[in-house]
């Protein structure tokens, strides 16, 4: 069994910012699903993945713009059930014979209503109040529906809200059922599943047993070093590459000088004490502390990090007979944005070190065996393969370590600085229960000064700011509300036991606007 064996559904992206979100709402569902930037879908790719059904995605264009993109023509021909969501739909529809406008009074933004107007099997569950709660967010609409379509519900200013082709199972809506400003949006995924007859199997019980015998096939006799961070990410793909080829495999975890208080000893007692896996502890801070000196520019940090990430691998590699593999726990968000980023509709906000920070070239071919999962997926995962829970519920810590957590210049005190006060923060978090309330939460040092006074004396030290952030998968997070009591009593710790920190914020930016980290 690999993942063909999975009935596939394929994403067509179109550059909406919540693409992802309709594949979350698919694997809610036990469905497996790929996104694909729509340049990249050609006969190919479509005879690679045979996937079972086809959803078209929103995007920002406008199909009455000369050059806009356009779905492959093949995928109307093979015969799959289609959902065109919003850009979707109207792409549908241009290339099918109806008509899409643009112009005043066609935009359409926020919530809305939606009546039925014929009843269909991509419907069932629905109206059962009459009306539905829909998101919209188009600036085109749909002015005349191709032939063999029909409408099934519309609003007050989409008339053309839901429509459909029964015989040939094609569906097409207006709005966003995958956001969740569309309540009900998850039982219209749930019916074109069932229309296209796709298999709810994927489960975590059974990526494993896939995932084994992948790394079987792809590694033969060969050898694999695999990066440990410490974090969730790379731990549950360091135990499963061993279940599936024992000692072949051989960690590398790398301090980098950027990791927080007691990391180091935290996760090689952890992987000492539960597995038989050969570790290497490679103290490294040196050099990578020294290349980043003087840098402050984001990219450039992670671009720096990410090479010597690379150098270090390749340098125990070479020391380990028969070493061909270097595995790293990617996740499918990273592979997403790297997709894009090499040519799909939507824009790189950072290039993650697991995908977009590696060089061009490097001597060792990349084992992901995490690269179809999205974060709480791996945590199942590791729940399957039996990691100690306190290490599954352990917050994600990015690869490049506090180094984006110190925007401005890094040097060897303000890292001191930040390690005591994130110690700090996470202990405060622990103590008042909320730690596993929280996604994730840090201390970012800020590049500049501030006055204060402390006792008679005037101080001037760093100011830090809190981050603490509820999520799902990290693709969008909520602040957390911290009460005040909570806030000052933090910050009155902070002051008193971190030297060098001597005004402390808390950062209620959601993701987006913001990102989770600073850099
Ligand atoms: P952002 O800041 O992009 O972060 O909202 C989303 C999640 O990803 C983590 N992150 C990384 N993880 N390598 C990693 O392994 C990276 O380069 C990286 N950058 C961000 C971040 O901590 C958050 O959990």
């Not at 290039?351 to 061009?360: A, R, T, Y």
């Not at 981050?467 to 909520?478: E, I, K, L």
Request: include cysteine; charge should be negative; hydrophobic fraction near 40%.
């Amino acid at each position: 069994m690999n993942i063909n064996s999975y009935d596939c559904l394929l994403i067509v992206d179109f550059g909406s910012q919540v693409t992802q979100l309709i594949a979350r709402r698919l694997r809610e569902l036990d469905v497996y699903c790929e996104i694909h930037p729509y340049q990249n879908v050609n006969e190919h790719l479509l005879s690679q993945l045979s996937p079972k059904a086809i959803i078209l995605s929103g995007g920002p264009d406008s199909v009455t713009r000369d050059g806009s993109p356009r779905a492959h023509p093949v995928i109307f021909d093979i015969g799959v059930p289609l959902l065109g969501i919003c850009y979707g739909q109207q792409v549908m529809m241009q290339q099918l014979g109806g008509e899409v406008k643009s112009g005043v009074g066609t935009a359409e933004f926020g919530k809305a209503f939606v009546e039925r107007k014929n009843s269909s099997d991509l419907l069932k569950g629905w109206f059962l109040d009459q009306k539905e709660q829909v998101w919209m967010s188009h600036g085109d609409h749909v002015s005349s529906i191709a032939p063999g379509f029909e409408v099934f519900g519309f609003s007050p200013n989409a008339p053309y809200a839901i429509i459909g082709d029964t015989n040939r199972r094609f569906y097409a809506v207006q709005f966003h059922p995958e956001v969740h400003h569309t309540p009900n949006g998850q039982t219209l995924f749930e019916n074109f599943i069932s229309i296209a007859d796709i298999e709810q199997n994927w489960t975590m019980e059974a990526y494993r047993e896939v995932a084994i015998k992948k790394i079987r096939e792809e590694v033969g006799s060969k050898k694999v070093i695999c990066g440990l961070s410490g974090g969730v990410d790379s731990s549950v793909a360091a135990v499963l590459i061993h279940e599936a080829i024992g000692d072949q495999l051989t960690c590398v975890f790398v301090d980098h000088g950027l990791l927080r208080q007691g990391e180091a000893e935290e996760v090689v007692t952890m992987f000492k004490e539960n597995y038989n896996i050969p570790l290497i502890h490679a103290d490294e801070s040196k050099i990578f502390l020294k290349e980043l000196e003087g840098q402050s520019d984001p990219e450039t940090k992670r671009k720096i990090i990410g090479r010597l990430f690379i150098d270090v691998f390749q340098k125990y590699a070479n020391k380990i007979e028969n070493a061909e593999f270097l595995a790293q726990g990617t996740l499918y968000p990273d592979v997403i944005e790297s997709v894009s980023f090499k040519g799909g509709p939507s824009v790189t906000i950072k290039s993650h070190h697991n995908v977009g920070g590696l060089p061009e070239t490097m001597g060792l071919k990349l084992l992901e065996p995490l690269r179809e999962l999205f974060k709480d997926e791996v945590r199942a995962l590791g729940r399957e393969l039996k990691l100690p829970e306190s290490f599954i519920g352990r917050h994600p810590f990015p690869g490049p370590g506090l180094a984006i957590r110190c925007p401005g210049n890094i040097t060897r005190d303000k890292l001191e600085i930040l390690r005591k006060a994130d110690a700090v923060y996470i202990d405060q978090i622990r103590k008042h229960g909320l730690y596993n309330e929280i996604w994730q939460a840090f201390v970012a040092i800020l590049p500049v000064r501030t006055v204060g006074v402390m006792g008679d004396g005037r101080t001037y030290d760093y100011a830090c700011t809190l981050r603490a952030v509820t999520s799902v998968d990290g693709m969008t997070a909520d602040y957390y509300p911290f009460s005040h009591e909570f806030l000052g009593e933090t910050a009155t710790r902070l002051i008193n036991e971190v030297e060098g920190i001597n005004r402390v914020t808390y950062d209620i930016t959601s993701k987006p606007p913001g990102t989770i980290e600073w850099e």
